[in-house]
């Protein structure tokens, strides 16, 4: 009996690093960071003016049109925490508020299917500069190296 304890609990370990290993970054058509996993697919992208941009897509990662999502970010900065509102806006949703100044910081990013639906929550750490190797901003770097974050996120 203990044996196929141990080898059920081996085979979940195995299971989960495999699927750790598989997830790599989706790059963002727009150039930002796709924050989920499965379609439909979430876009943040910051903009020049340091507003946000957040897109959806389909499984194919052709653009799809908010249908009653809701987004809220919180970004984490070192000068306090600061609350981004989105509102529809070219078929995406826009912040109204850039982020704050600096870079280094956490933004939680709250999404919901609908009003009344319960939320996800994924983290991403912003930073601005590029990546040498991939050439987008770090926050959104699709390299090996951030794969361990593609769809970190808790419900």
């Not at 979940?12 to 439909?40: M, N, R, S």
């Not at 340091?50 to 984490?76: H, I």
């Not at 601005?128 to 050439?135: A, L, M």
Request: charged share 25%; net charge neutral; aromatic share 8%.
């Amino acid at each position: 009996m203990k044996n196929i304890r141990n080898l059920i609990l081996t085979s979940f370990a195995l299971l989960a690093t495999a699927v750790a290993f598989a997830a790599k970054p989706i790059p963002g058509p727009k150039g930002g960071k796709i924050v989920t996993t499965e379609a439909p697919h979430v876009e943040f992208f910051v903009e020049k003016d340091r507003t946000v941009t957040v897109s959806f897509y389909d499984k194919d990662l052709k653009p799809v049109a908010p249908s009653g999502q809701v987004v809220s970010a919180v970004a984490e900065a070192k000068t306090g925490k600061v609350n981004l509102a989105f509102a529809a806006r070219d078929g995406a949703l826009v912040s109204s508020s850039p982020l704050p100044e600096g870079e280094g910081y956490r933004i939680v990013v709250q999404v919901r299917e609908s009003a009344q639906a319960r939320p996800k929550n994924y983290r991403l750490e912003y930073h601005d500069e590029v990546c040498g190797e991939c050439k987008r901003a770090e926050y959104a770097c699709i390299c090996e190296e951030h794969g361990e974050e593609a769809g970190e996120h808790k419900h």
